[in-house]
Protein backbone atom coordinates (compact mmCIF):
# COMPACT_ATOMS: atom_id res chain seq x y z
CA UNK A 1 0.00 0.00 0.00
CA UNK A 2 1.15 3.46 -0.85
CA UNK A 3 0.07 6.97 -0.30
CA UNK A 4 -3.09 7.58 2.03
CA UNK A 5 -5.54 4.86 2.58
CA UNK A 6 -8.84 5.25 4.03
CA UNK A 7 -11.97 2.70 4.92
CA UNK A 8 -14.25 2.07 3.95
CA UNK A 9 -14.89 4.08 1.04
CA UNK A 10 -18.86 3.92 1.24
CA UNK A 11 -20.72 3.77 4.33
CA UNK A 12 -24.50 4.03 4.77
CA UNK A 13 -25.67 4.73 8.50
CA UNK A 14 -28.49 5.16 10.90
CA UNK A 15 -28.59 8.15 12.90
CA UNK A 16 -28.57 5.64 15.76
CA UNK A 17 -25.54 4.17 14.95
CA UNK A 18 -22.56 3.97 15.73
CA UNK A 19 -19.35 3.58 13.01
CA UNK A 20 -15.82 4.29 12.55
CA UNK A 21 -13.95 5.79 9.87
CA UNK A 22 -10.18 4.29 9.35
CA UNK A 23 -7.13 6.59 7.57
CA UNK A 24 -3.80 5.17 7.11
CA UNK A 25 -1.01 7.11 5.68
CA UNK A 26 2.63 5.33 4.35
CA UNK A 27 4.41 8.44 3.57
CA UNK A 28 6.45 9.01 6.90
CA UNK A 29 4.31 11.92 7.51
CA UNK A 30 3.66 13.24 11.23
CA UNK A 31 0.55 15.51 10.70
CA UNK A 32 -2.80 13.76 9.44
CA UNK A 33 -6.39 16.11 8.88
CA UNK A 34 -10.13 15.02 8.43
CA UNK A 35 -11.54 17.12 6.29
CA UNK A 36 -15.41 17.09 4.98
CA UNK A 37 -16.88 17.56 1.49
CA UNK A 38 -20.76 18.43 1.43
CA UNK A 39 -22.28 18.76 -2.21
CA UNK A 40 -21.79 22.44 -3.47
CA UNK A 41 -19.36 23.41 -0.81
CA UNK A 42 -15.54 24.17 0.24
CA UNK A 43 -13.65 21.30 1.58
CA UNK A 44 -13.81 22.20 5.60
CA UNK A 45 -11.31 21.19 7.98
CA UNK A 46 -12.43 19.37 10.82
CA UNK A 47 -9.27 18.19 13.24
CA UNK A 48 -5.57 18.33 12.60
CA UNK A 49 -3.41 15.71 14.61
CA UNK A 50 0.27 16.69 14.64
CA UNK A 51 2.78 13.72 16.58
CA UNK A 52 0.06 12.06 17.77
CA UNK A 53 -1.85 15.64 19.66
CA UNK A 54 -5.06 17.09 18.51
CA UNK A 55 -3.29 20.58 17.21
CA UNK A 56 -6.93 21.79 15.73
CA UNK A 57 -10.47 21.27 16.29
CA UNK A 58 -12.69 23.60 14.09
CA UNK A 59 -15.86 23.22 16.04
CA UNK A 60 -16.85 20.17 14.82
CA UNK A 61 -19.91 18.30 17.14
CA UNK A 62 -19.26 16.13 19.55
CA UNK A 63 -21.02 13.44 17.28
CA UNK A 64 -17.38 13.15 15.74
CA UNK A 65 -14.70 12.07 17.83
CA UNK A 66 -11.40 11.95 16.37
CA UNK A 67 -8.69 9.67 17.66
CA UNK A 68 -4.45 9.03 16.61
CA UNK A 69 -3.42 6.23 18.10
CA UNK A 70 0.13 6.89 16.54
CA UNK A 71 1.52 8.75 13.62
CA UNK A 72 0.56 6.78 10.71
CA UNK A 73 -3.25 6.00 12.22
CA UNK A 74 -6.02 8.27 12.19
CA UNK A 75 -9.78 7.14 13.08
CA UNK A 76 -13.31 9.19 12.51
CA UNK A 77 -15.54 7.50 15.38
CA UNK A 78 -19.22 8.77 14.22
CA UNK A 79 -22.54 8.33 16.73
CA UNK A 80 -25.83 9.70 16.28
CA UNK A 81 -24.93 11.47 13.04
CA UNK A 82 -27.75 13.56 11.30
CA UNK A 83 -28.76 13.50 7.97
CA UNK A 84 -26.45 16.82 7.16
CA UNK A 85 -23.61 14.73 8.23
CA UNK A 86 -23.96 12.86 4.80
CA UNK A 87 -20.71 14.24 2.96
CA UNK A 88 -17.38 13.12 1.36
CA UNK A 89 -14.82 12.50 4.35
CA UNK A 90 -11.49 13.02 3.28
CA UNK A 91 -8.22 12.29 5.44
CA UNK A 92 -4.77 14.09 4.45
CA UNK A 93 -1.13 14.13 6.00
CA UNK A 94 1.76 15.81 5.41
CA UNK A 95 5.39 16.78 7.25
CA UNK A 96 4.56 18.99 10.15
CA UNK A 97 2.37 22.66 8.90
CA UNK A 98 3.54 21.81 5.11
CA UNK A 99 1.10 23.05 2.17
CA UNK A 100 1.31 20.04 0.47
CA UNK A 101 -0.83 18.08 2.07
CA UNK A 102 -1.61 14.21 0.40
CA UNK A 103 -4.97 13.10 0.59
CA UNK A 104 -6.56 9.99 0.55
CA UNK A 105 -10.14 8.57 -1.82
CA UNK A 106 -12.24 9.28 0.84
CA UNK A 107 -15.22 7.71 2.49
CA UNK A 108 -18.87 8.70 1.03
CA UNK A 109 -20.68 8.96 3.85
CA UNK A 110 -24.85 8.66 3.97
CA UNK A 111 -26.68 9.08 6.85
CA UNK A 112 -30.66 7.98 6.28
CA UNK B 1 -4.08 34.19 4.50
CA UNK B 2 -4.96 36.45 1.31
CA UNK B 3 -8.35 35.26 -1.07
CA UNK B 4 -7.95 34.15 -4.39
CA UNK B 5 -10.42 34.46 -7.02
CA UNK B 6 -10.75 32.00 -9.72
CA UNK B 7 -13.16 31.61 -12.87
CA UNK B 8 -16.21 29.12 -11.78
CA UNK B 9 -15.32 27.08 -15.34
CA UNK B 10 -12.96 26.54 -18.44
CA UNK B 11 -12.85 24.24 -21.24
CA UNK B 12 -9.58 23.32 -23.33
CA UNK B 13 -9.07 20.84 -25.91
CA UNK B 14 -7.52 17.81 -25.73
CA UNK B 15 -3.47 18.04 -26.66
CA UNK B 16 -3.35 21.84 -26.23
CA UNK B 17 -1.93 23.90 -23.10
CA UNK B 18 -4.90 24.35 -20.35
CA UNK B 19 -4.05 27.78 -18.81
CA UNK B 20 -5.58 28.45 -15.13
CA UNK B 21 -5.92 32.03 -13.91
CA UNK B 22 -6.37 32.75 -10.41
CA UNK B 23 -5.99 36.10 -8.48
CA UNK B 24 -4.60 36.80 -5.39
CA UNK B 25 -4.76 41.14 -5.50
CA UNK B 26 -3.95 40.86 -1.43
CA UNK B 27 -1.18 38.61 -1.10
CA UNK B 28 1.34 39.30 0.99
CA UNK B 29 4.84 39.01 0.47
CA UNK B 30 5.44 35.78 3.03
CA UNK B 31 2.29 33.81 1.62
CA UNK B 32 2.74 31.10 -1.26
CA UNK B 33 0.23 30.06 -3.62
CA UNK B 34 -0.60 26.80 -4.03
CA UNK B 35 -2.61 24.57 -6.58
CA UNK B 36 -4.36 21.46 -6.00
CA UNK B 37 -6.84 19.36 -8.87
CA UNK B 38 -9.65 17.04 -7.51
CA UNK B 39 -10.88 14.62 -10.26
CA UNK B 40 -14.66 13.95 -9.58
CA UNK B 41 -15.27 11.67 -6.44
CA UNK B 42 -11.68 11.03 -5.53
CA UNK B 43 -9.43 13.27 -2.67
CA UNK B 44 -7.71 16.51 -3.67
CA UNK B 45 -4.53 16.16 -5.00
CA UNK B 46 -1.55 18.29 -5.03
CA UNK B 47 -0.22 19.68 -7.94
CA UNK B 48 2.46 22.59 -7.32
CA UNK B 49 3.25 25.66 -4.93
CA UNK B 50 5.49 28.44 -5.82
CA UNK B 51 6.67 31.89 -3.98
CA UNK B 52 8.06 34.06 -6.32
CA UNK B 53 9.83 32.36 -9.11
CA UNK B 54 8.14 30.40 -12.08
CA UNK B 55 8.19 26.63 -10.92
CA UNK B 56 7.99 23.70 -12.86
CA UNK B 57 6.84 19.84 -12.20
CA UNK B 58 6.15 16.96 -13.94
CA UNK B 59 2.50 17.73 -13.89
CA UNK B 60 2.51 21.34 -14.56
CA UNK B 61 4.38 24.89 -14.83
CA UNK B 62 3.50 27.48 -12.29
CA UNK B 63 3.92 31.35 -13.47
CA UNK B 64 3.61 34.15 -11.05
CA UNK B 65 3.69 37.49 -12.33
CA UNK B 66 5.34 40.03 -11.31
CA UNK B 67 3.80 41.92 -8.25
CA UNK B 68 2.81 38.53 -7.39
CA UNK B 69 -1.31 39.42 -8.08
CA UNK B 70 -1.59 36.91 -9.93
CA UNK B 71 -0.79 33.41 -11.16
CA UNK B 72 -1.16 30.95 -13.97
CA UNK B 73 -1.15 27.16 -14.00
CA UNK B 74 0.08 25.80 -17.11
CA UNK B 75 -0.90 22.27 -18.08
CA UNK B 76 0.89 22.11 -21.69
CA UNK B 77 -0.44 19.24 -23.07
CA UNK B 78 -4.37 18.40 -21.93
CA UNK B 79 -5.33 14.92 -21.22
CA UNK B 80 -8.83 13.82 -20.88
CA UNK B 81 -7.73 12.62 -17.43
CA UNK B 82 -6.86 16.31 -16.09
CA UNK B 83 -10.41 16.76 -15.94
CA UNK B 84 -11.29 18.58 -12.32
CA UNK B 85 -11.91 20.87 -10.13
CA UNK B 86 -8.64 23.48 -9.81
CA UNK B 87 -7.94 24.99 -6.54
CA UNK B 88 -5.86 28.21 -5.97
CA UNK B 89 -4.70 28.84 -2.14
CA UNK B 90 -2.56 31.34 -0.72
CA UNK B 91 -1.33 30.63 2.73
CA UNK B 92 1.95 31.55 4.66
CA UNK B 93 4.57 29.26 4.30
CA UNK B 94 4.41 26.87 6.97
CA UNK B 95 2.55 28.75 9.76
CA UNK B 96 -0.55 26.60 10.41
CA UNK B 97 -2.27 23.62 9.25
CA UNK B 98 -4.82 25.66 7.04
CA UNK B 99 -5.49 25.28 3.68
CA UNK B 100 -8.66 27.44 2.95
CA UNK B 101 -10.61 26.04 -0.12
CA UNK B 102 -12.26 27.87 -1.96
CA UNK B 103 -15.07 26.67 -4.74
CA UNK B 104 -11.98 26.36 -7.67
CA UNK B 105 -12.30 26.34 -11.12
CA UNK B 106 -14.10 22.89 -13.07
CA UNK B 107 -11.16 22.76 -15.75
CA UNK B 108 -13.39 20.28 -18.69
CA UNK B 109 -11.00 18.69 -20.93
CA UNK B 110 -12.68 18.20 -24.56
CA UNK B 111 -11.81 15.16 -27.21
Known amino acids: ETGVTQTPRHLVMGMTNKKSLKCEQHLGHNAMYWYKQSAKKPLELMFVYSLEERVENNSVPSRFSPECPNSSHLFLHLHTLQPEDSALYLC???????????FGPGTRLTVT | DAKTTQPTSMDCAEGRAANLPCNHS???????VYWYRQIHSQGPQYIIHGLKNNETNEMASLIITEDRKSSTLILPHATLRDTAVYYC????????????WGAGTKLIIKP
Open chain 2, 89 to 100: IVRVGDSNYQLI
Open chain 1, 92 to 102: ASSFHRAGEQY
Open chain 2, 26 to 32: TISGNEY
